[in-house]
C-alpha cells in the first residue's frame, strides 16, 4: 500500500513544522518523514511521555528536534538561517479554551506575536516558498449559528483562546497583504502565505486536558466513571489525518500556484459526522467495550461555544480535497491506538493508521 498521496511532491523538501512535539505536529512529521522530507521540527517539550511523538521516536528519526520557544523571534530567524526550509507548516499554539482563561497573556503572546515571529522569520528567509499557518476554527466570531462558518466571515471569539486565533488570522491577513501579496509575487518576494482552519481534531496520541478524547482514555484506564461536562455541545470532529491530508495538499497547490491558493482554507467533517460531545464518548466507550457516562455539566462553568461547525466548500470545489472518514470510522481509528499503545511499536502503529486511512 502506497501512502503518498501527493505524487512524489515532499520527496527531499525541506520542511521545517513549528509544533512537532504537539499532537497533530507529530503525526504531521511521521507523515512528511515517511513520504522522504527533510523534516526539522521546532517546539517546545511535549506534554506527556505517553505522547504520540515521544512513543514514535519521531523526534530521532527526522533531520532536526530543537526544543525553541516561538515567541523568540530572533531564535526562529536563526533556525531558519541554519535549516534554510523551503515549506513551512506553523502549528504550535496554545490550543486549549478552558487554560487560556488562566494565562490569557501567555495564550496571546504564544498565539499571536509566535505567528508573527514565524511570518518574520520567513521574511528573512530566501529559501522559504511556502507558509501554511494553522489556526483553528474557533477563529470565527461564533454566533452559534445553524449553519457552518465559511472562510470569509469576520474573525472573533469570546475567550481568550478563539480571540487570540482571530486576532492570529488579522495579523495573517495582513502580513500576506503587507510583505507576501500575490500582485507582488516574483517582483518582491517569492512567498505564497495561507491559513488553514480545521475542526475538532481527534486521533492517537493526544493527552491534554480539557479534550474529550483524553478524558475519556484517562477514566477508561482508571476504571473511573467518564465525566462530560458539555454533553449537548456540537463539534466538527475529524480524525488528525484529515486535516493533515488538507494542509499538504494545500502546500502542493501553493508550490505550483503560488498566486492562486494564499488565503483562508477550511478543513472539517461532512455535515453527517458533526456530532455532539456525547455521543463521540458513547462511540469511545463502544469501541473499548466497556465505561460509564456521567453529565457532569455546570450551569455556572467557564463559557465554551456549544455549536460550532465548518463549510468547508471551498476546499472540496477549489482544491479537490474531502474527509475521508465517516464518524464510525472515524472513531474506530482513534480508539485503535489508544488500544494497542502500550503493547506496539507506536510508530509502525502510526504508519499502520496513515496507510489505513489514505487506502479507505
Not at 521546532?42 to 528519526?61: H, M, Q, R, W
Not at 472573533?156 to 491577513?173: M, T, V
Not at 483524553?214 to 482508571?222: G, K, N, Q, V
Not at 463521540?280 to 461555544?305: M, R
Request: proline content about 4%.
Amino acid at each position: 500500500m502506497n501512502i503518498d498521496i501527493f505524487d512524489n511532491f515532499y520527496k527531499g523538501k525541506r520542511v521545517l513544522v513549528t509544533g512537532h512535539t504537539g499532537f497533530k505536529g507529530s503525526w504531521l512529521s511521521i507523515w512528511l518523514h515517511e513520504l522522504g522530507a527533510e523534516v526539522v521540527g521546532v517546539g517546545l517539550e511535549p506534554y506527556s511521555e505517553k505522547d504520540n511523538f515521544v512513543l514514535s521516536g519521531i523526534g530521532k528519526k527526522i533531520k532536526a528536534d530543537i526544543r525553541a520557544d516561538i515567541r523568540d523571534g530572533e531564535k526562529m530567524k536563526e533556525i531558519f538561517s541554519q535549516y534554510q526550509p523551503e515549506i513551512v507548516f506553523h502549528l504550535a499554539a496554545q490550543p486549549l479554551v478552558r487554560l487560556s482563561y488562566e494565562i490569557p497573556v501567555e495564550t496571546y503572546q504564544t498565539n499571536v506575536m509566535g505567528t508573527i515571529s514565524i511570518m518574520e522569520a520567513i521574511r528573512a528567509t530566501d529559501s522559504v516558498k511556502v507558509g501554511v499557518m494553522i489556526t483553528t476554527d474557533k477563529c470565527y466570531d461564533n454566533k452559534e449559528q445553524m449553519r457552518g462558518y465559511k472562510e470569509d466571515d469576520p474573525f472573533g471569539g469570546y475567550d481568550p483562546y478563539s480571540s487570540s486565533k482571530g486576532a492570529c488570522e488579522i495579523a495573517i491577513q495582513s502580513w500576506r497583504r503587507s510583505f507576501f501579496n500575490p500582485e507582488d509575487y516574483g517582483r518582491k518576494h517569492h512567498v505564497s502565505l495561507a491559513s488553514v482552519r480545521a475542526g475538532n481534531v481527534i486521533g492517537g496520541g493526544d493527552w491534554a486536558k480539557d479534550r474529550i478524547i483524553p478524558d475519556c482514555i484517562r477514566a477508561l484506564e482508571a476504571g473511573r466513571p467518564i465525566e462530560i461536562r458539555s454533553p449537548k455541545a456540537v463539534r466538527p470532529w475529524e480524525h488528525v489525518l484529515e486535516p493533515l491530508s488538507g494542509y499538504m495538499l494545500l502546500a502542493q497547490k501553493m508550490w505550483e500556484h503560488p498566486t492562486e491558493y494564499c488565503e483562508g482554507w477550511n478543513f472539517g467533517p461532512e455535515s453527517e459526522s458533526i456530532s455532539t460531545v456525547w455521543e463521540v464518548a458513547t462511540e469511545i466507550v463502544n469501541n473499548f467495550g466497556k465505561g460509564e457516562l456521567v453529565d457532569t455539566s455546570d450551569p455556572n462553568a467557564l463559557h465554551e461555544a456549544n455549536l460550532l461547525m465548518l463549510d468547508i466548500t471551498k476546499a472540496k470545489t477549489r482544491l479537490g480535497w474531502k474527509p475521508t472518514l465517516d464518524m464510525k470510522q472515524t472513531m474506530a481509528l482513534v480508539a485503535d491506538w489508544y488500544k494497542k499503545y502500550q503493547t506496539t511499536d507506536v510508530y509502525n502503529l502510526a504508519v499502520e493508521e496513515i496507510n489505513q486511512f489514505v487506502n479507505v
